[in-house]
């Protein structure tokens, strides 16, 4: 066995047990209902304008999004917090009127619009076919998607009541973009091994566990 791997799955283990601790602090704290509860609790997206002129905002790191108690997608910043949610995720003031919405906008719309079976099909379609799946939404709603992550992802949350979806933040004080890298690749992982032992969902972005195969080549 080399020092490589076994580097690797030490890594992979401890970020296993810190993300256990992380969900289960997330899960026991419940929702944010005031700014001195920000770290450590779920935010939902409804209310993140409200918090973020908060100082951990403007920091980079790992976010977590989830929907009830179900981790959905792990993602990264090596910028702010503000930055990469509100231009990617939460809507802006003009709300679902955007011809451009972010990825909970596009939720919102997908959800007044249409019947719960065509979210279905949707979905289904979408993995056999983006470009199409997408021109379809934009022609019935009139609006641009500026990517198939982003439809994907709003796809996923349309699911679910808008109150019942959350982000999370684990800000870090290194800038390293290299070193944030790392932690998302793990994160991932140890999201998935989590939602395996609860029987959850796939991550959204599980597909990225695939990329690396050989974790060794990162370290």
Known sequence: MSLSYSLSTFLQNHCDEMFDIWIQELNNNGLCKHERELFLHKIPYMAASAYKIDPLFKQPGIYL?????????IGKTERSFKKRLFNRYIPRKCGTTCKSPT???????????????????????FEKNKKMTKEQIEKDLTITIRSYERLYGALDFSQFEKENIWFAILPFEDTNKKFIDIFETLFIHSAQNYNDKKRYPELLNKGKMDIDKDESSIF
């Open 103 to 125: 990825q909970c906008g596009i939720s919102e719309i997908l959800r007044d619009y249409y019947e719960s079976s065509q979210l279905n099909v949707f979905r289904t379609t």
């Open 65 to 73: 999004w989830g929907c009830d108690d179900i981790p959905r997608y």
